[in-house]
């Protein structure tokens, strides 16, 4: 597919002719199945060109303003990584808030090639090399549906502690979903975030930041993709640990990434101090079934 610049346009329809020139056309909408929040479909051009777009209309959840926007910076980002994973490229999104829609280039669903996961071990070892001066990230974002604070933070636990943990738990707390027990158990841990975490993390990673296994997928060439970012540059070890959090990917990725980039030892004692995190987002998004995740956390570190 051709460099094109991110275009705003008010619908798909005349994005397509900003991408694609002026005769260009949308011949067919397909569903895609498996997202969370948006609809998700298959275009087909009349050339033949696939392009996937996201947008609202009878989406489960309404987004929260510039969504879509955000996804694609966090897309950007990351396929600017030397050697990291394959990302879609963004190439338009809605000008007009009130009908939001990110389109992107299309990755055709394919299986698993041999050696996939080594491949994509190293490639996200590569990644997480690309740094910036500071914790954080250029502007906020999402995770899910939930606003992610961000900014700069010279110090990767008063980041996590703050815009990470902190947000999150006076959220659910002002929900009605965390007891005093839980609240009071998360700010020990927050206190606890320099003896716990500060030895480790010195360097600011790229992240992809929501690094569950339905937010990677398998091109037509057997090679992984990551999909569905929330962007900030953290600690490597938090995109592991949520890669770990709904069942592992491969042991050949993990075993290739430690070979690239080994973890500091002691990661498993830290892996769930990452994952409090995603414990409370998911608190957070879908209510009380996560509370056990998150004071077993508070039990274990609090
Ligand atoms: P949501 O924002 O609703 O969580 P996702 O970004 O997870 O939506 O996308 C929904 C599904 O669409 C994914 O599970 C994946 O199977 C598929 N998908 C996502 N991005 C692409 C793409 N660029 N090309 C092809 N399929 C995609």
């Given at each position: 597919m051709e460099t094109c610049p991110l275009v705003s346009a008010p619908c798909p329809e005349e994005a397509v002719r900003a991408l694609f020139g002026a005769s260009a056309r949308i011949e067919s909408r397909r569903p895609v199945s498996g997202g969370c929040i948006n609809r998700a479909r298959r275009l087909r051009l009349q050339d033949g060109t696939l392009l996937f777009l996201k947008d609202?209309?009878?989406?489960?959840a309404t987004s929260p303003p510039f969504m879509f926007a955000r996804e694609a910076e966090g897309l950007v980002a990351l396929g600017r990584?030397?050697?990291g994973p394959r990302v879609p490229r963004p190439l338009a999104i809605g000008a007009d808030e009130r009908q939001p829609f990110l389109l992107m280039e299309w990755i055709t669903p394919g299986s698993a090639g041999v050696g996939c996961y080594e491949e994509f071990g190293r490639a996200l070892a590569a990644m997480h090399?690309?740094?910036?001066?500071?914790?954080?990230?250029e502007h906020d974002n999402y995770i899910g549906a939930t606003l992610q604070p961000n900014g700069w933070e010279r110090d990767f636990t008063t980041f996590f502690g703050e815009r990470r943990l902190g947000y999150q738990i006076t959220l659910a707390e002002s929900r009605g979903r965390a007891s005093r027990a839980m609240v009071r158990g998360v700010h020990r841990i927050i206190e606890r975030l320099d003896e716990l975490l500060a030895p480790v993390v010195t360097r600011p990673a790229l992240l992809?930041?929501?690094?569950?296994?339905?937010?990677h997928m398998i091109d037509d060439q057997g090679r992984v993709a990551i999909i569905d970012p929330a962007v900030y540059?953290?600690?490597?070890e938090a995109d592991l640990a949520m890669s770990e959090m709904f069942g592992r990917l491969p042991r050949q990725f993990y075993d290739a990434y430690q070979e690239v980039a080994p973890s500091a030892p002691g990661y498993e004692e830290r892996r769930e101090i990452y994952n409090l995190y995603h414990a409370l987002n998911h608190l957070n998004l879908?209510?009380?079934?996560?509370a056990g995740a998150v004071t077993a956390a508070v039990q274990r570190y609090g």
């Open positions: 609202q209309a009878g989406a489960r990584a030397a050697g090399r690309e740094t910036a001066p500071a914790f954080g990230f992809h930041g929501d690094l569950w296994s339905g937010n540059f953290g600690a490597p879908f209510g009380g079934g996560y």
